[in-house]
């Protein structure tokens, strides 16, 4: 029996594991599929305080493990395919196998949101990618027009890093102003080989028969009007879905899939606390998560220490 497991690693997730474990609750924390969650994805992250030069997401991530597990958190890889909430203790099947907890902070963060095109999923992976840090490098995109989709600050950092790679990087948004943060931006838009190009949206992906990207088709929302770029690959940046189907029909959650936190940390289930992008559709900051799971890591502390879990649900 766990007192608390701890569903997710990311900013939020490991958070809550360090708080937990220095409160000697031992936590174990199950991964997902991407240990460390999508920070690990980034190169330079600059707005986390204490890192004057900035700090890479991956090294951020690894550090942030080290010290929870220092406190004694376990850190295990694996994914959560059911979850009994509906009584004490409560019920997981991770990979399989059983696990009963008495308190669960979720913090399962989010996914890349997909165009939702055809030829997108046909494919993936064949240029089409969500991640410029994994992927920019490969010798496919090398010397070669690339196409970014998106105007947040995910799309802008995409398409600075993607310079070091093509020939040109294509800015598609689908608005003629960047949602981005105003930093962000403009070091975008200043980079010479970065091209926006306004007002528009990826209808199809194109190079089906060639089985791999070789342009894009294109549609000016004000305009009505249809054009063709070419590109090896396209970089979709267009925001992300909060991973949190496992929990539909049991937790509260709003139109879009976000759990709806109760007081801070709680839910709507006594015991189960959330923390993180699952949770944030305002901030979604790596700081922000890391003191949502903070406060879910007290929260679950008090939740314990009162013994409402062992006691059983009123
Ligand atoms: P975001 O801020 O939600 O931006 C998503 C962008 O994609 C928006 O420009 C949106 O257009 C566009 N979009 C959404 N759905 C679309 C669709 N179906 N087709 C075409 N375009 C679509 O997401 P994000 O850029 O991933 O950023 C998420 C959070 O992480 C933000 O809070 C951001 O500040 C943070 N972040 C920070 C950094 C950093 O500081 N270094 C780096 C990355 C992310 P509209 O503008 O028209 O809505």
Not at 35 to 56: K, S
Not at 126 to 138: F, M, Q, R, W
Not at 170 to 188: F, G, N, P, T, Y
Request: hydrophobic fraction near 40%; proline fraction near 4%.
């Amino acid at each position: 029996m766990e007192r608390v497991v701890i569903i997710g690693s990311g900013c939020a997730g490991l958070t809550a594991a360090l708080y937990t474990a220095r409160a000697n609750l031992r936590p174990l924390v199950l991964t997902g599929t991407q240990p460390g969650g999508l920070l690990t994805t980034t190169t330079a992250v600059e707005n986390y305080p204490g890192f004057p030069e900035g700090i890479d997401g991956y090294e951020l991530m690894t550090r942030l493990q080290k010290q929870a597990e220092r406190f004694g958190a376990r850190v295990k890889f694996g994914s959560v395919e059911a979850a009994d909430l509906s009584r004490q203790p409560f019920g997981l099947t991770v990979d399989g196998e059983p696990v009963a907890a008495e308190a669960i902070i979720i913090a399962t963060g989010a996914s890349h949101r997909h165009l939702g095109l055809a030829s997108e999923h046909k494919l993936e992976n064949k240029g089409v990618t969500y991640c410029a840090t994994c992927d920019g490098a490969l010798p496919v995109f090398r010397e070669k027009p690339l196409v970014v989709v998106g105007g947040g600050d995910s799309a802008c950092e995409e398409a600075m890093y993607l310079t070091r790679f093509g020939s040109v990087v294509w800015l598609v948004h689908r608005r003629d102003s960047l949602r981005a943060s105003k930093i962000m931006a403009e070091r975008a838009l200043a980079q010479a080989k970065i091209k926006p190009i306004w007002d528009s949206v990826v209808t199809e992906v194109l190079g089906e028969k060639q089985d791999k990207v070789t342009g894009v088709r294109l549609k000016n929302v004000k305009t009505g009007t249809e054009s063709a770029v070419e590109c090896a690959g396209v970089f979709v940046a267009i925001g992300h879905v909060p991973n949190t189907q496992l929990f539909k029909g049991i937790l509260d959650m709003d139109e879009s899939g976000y759990i709806i936190p109760r007081r801070g940390a709680a839910t709507n289930v006594p015991g189960v606390f959330v923390a993180g992008d699952c949770a944030d559709r305002v901030y979604r900051q790596a700081v922000t998560a890391a003191g949502q799971g903070c406060a879910a890591a007290i929260e679950a502390e008090r939740y314990l220490a009162a013994g409402t879990g062992k006691r059983g649900h009123q």
